[in-house]
């Protein structure tokens, strides 16, 4: 049988871990720059964690773990017979791998907080599973990089994560982004205004696929579900939504005059693009996006979302202000806000726009040719301090036909190559190769290390 990896995996070779590594490091010397600190948890989690935390779309994607041992011995057969595999899902798994960070994060947040000093900020960059259906740049295991605050209200909170955002894409050299921002406070002034707070879900869901589907085909979808055709006039204006941010805002505050609810989300909008636009972005552009409806089922304020607009993949990047995520683990009351960055997508971005051009594979900077055992004594010793003196080093492990160990050399690009046999054990030297350009010379051990230190800068 042919061996195979799940789909929604990925195997990764060197060089796209090389490109991985310099999307993670480049967000995570970000992060500390900003404050935060690192945390991890672990990649399962019990299911009352999880369950029930991301909607019932949400709920259907986590991936349960089996029970150890017999995990059908203690389901009464009566209740296997009814085939309802919800309920007997219940009997037999008891944990299940992590859905996002951000619901762990919260469990952690409560756990430990009396060993915390708040406001609390972390980073965490470990992978999560969603049982979805594979797809351009959507996998069931993939690697979330987040970053959040809980303990404070403040929306200058906010104006920092909008500022992390630029400054990452930025640094990756992106520099056509759009930073979306809209308000949950927006969305429920406009089910109010439209006499539809109880489908505010609904009504919300619809509108987010505006740029996906069309107006016609929001308007039908909220005939669908139940909007009235007076609702769906009174947000006419929503379908035009244009102009420069104030433009936008001066729209949104006639249409939600009337609504208290609406006019705080506005308010706190408002805040956070007048700051900014004093501030100053260095390369990505904030605008308001009255659509923008991610994550209703535990934001409470402020939602972002990050597009290239080079590149039509989706969101890069998302977040949002939650007023009380941890009270789902009985801490009411503890406001937090988080962004995450989506590393596949934007892996995806950064090689169609060709911006990985510094990245290499991590090799050796030199090897040495095995002639047998007493010469590969005689190199082991010269690696050793070679290796002590930073330069990566190392030995072929068979002594094989000159031919098969210099095209070993070539194929990882190992620039520099050591012949070392008995005429250079005799002279306590060695001859060294450029695979560059061919060049030899013999050298004694601290010439060749003096050499390669520089031949090192000046690479860097």
Not at 327 to 338: A, C, E, Q, T, V
């Amino acid at each position: 049988m042919k061996p195979s990896i799940p789909k929604g995996t990925r195997d990764f070779s060197a060089i796209e871990i090389a490109k991985r590594n310099y999307i993670f490091n480049t967000i995570k010397s970000t992060f500390e720059k900003f404050g935060f600190e690192p945390i991890e948890t672990p990649s399962f989690e019990k299911s009352e964690t999880l369950m029930g935390k991301y909607g019932e779309e949400g709920d259907r994607l986590i991936f349960k773990i089996l029970n150890s041992g017999d995990f059908l011995a203690k389901v009464d057969s009566e209740l296997l017979a009814t085939r309802q595999s919800k309920k007997v899902t219940a009997r037999i798994t008891e944990k299940a791998l992590r859905y996002d960070l951000t619901v762990p994060f919260a469990r952690y947040v409560v756990q430990h907080l009396n060993e915390i000093a708040l406001p609390f900020k972390r980073y965490q960059m470990q992978p999560v599973w969603r049982a979805d259906r594979p797809q351009k740049g959507r996998f069931r295991e993939f690697y979330q990089c987040d970053a959040d605050v809980v303990g404070s209200q403040s929306l200058w909170q906010e104006i920092e994560f909008i500022q992390l955002y630029d400054s990452v894409f930025t640094s990756l050299g992106l520099k056509n982004v759009t930073i979306k921002i809209n308000n949950r406070k927006i969305l429920a002034g406009i089910a109010e205004i439209i006499d539809a707070q109880d489908k505010l879900i609904d009504f919300t869901i619809a509108l987010d696929k505006l740029d996906k589907i069309g107006k016609e085909g929001v308007v039908q979808e909220l005939r669908n579900k139940g909007i009235t055709e007076q609702a769906i006039l009174k947000l006419e204006p929503l379908f035009s939504f244009s102009g420069s941010n104030t433009e936008k805002i001066a729209q949104l505050e006639m249409l939600l005059q009337n609504s208290q609810t609406g006019l705080k989300g506005i308010e706190e909008m408002k805040f956070i693009i007048t700051n900014l636009d004093t501030i100053k972005l260095d390369t990505a552009v904030l605008e308001p996006d009255v659509t923008l409806a991610r994550g209703l089922n535990y934001y409470t304020g402020t939602i972002l979302e990050v597009v290239s607009n080079d590149v039509n993949i989706g969101s890069i990047g998302g977040g949002g202000r939650y007023d009380d995520l941890t009270g789902i683990f009985g801490l009411k009351n503890l406001s937090g806000m988080g962004i995450s960055f989506g590393l596949d997508r934007i892996y995806i971005v950064l090689e169609k726009l060709n911006l990985f051009t510094k990245i290499n594979i991590p090799t050796p900077t030199i090897l040495f040719i095995n002639f047998g055992d007493t010469e590969a004594l005689y190199a082991v010793k010269a690696i050793k301090k070679l290796r002590k003196s930073g330069i990566a080093s190392e030995l072929y492990p068979d002594s094989s036909k000159m031919k098969k160990q210099m095209s070993y050399a070539n194929k990882r690009a190992i620039p520099f190559v050591v012949l070392a046999g008995s005429s250079e054990i005799d002279k306590q030297q060695y001859t060294l190769k450029n695979m560059k350009n061919g060049d030899q010379k013999l050298l004694d051990l601290e010439t060749m290390i003096n050499i390669l230190t520089a031949e090192k800068k000046a690479d860097l």
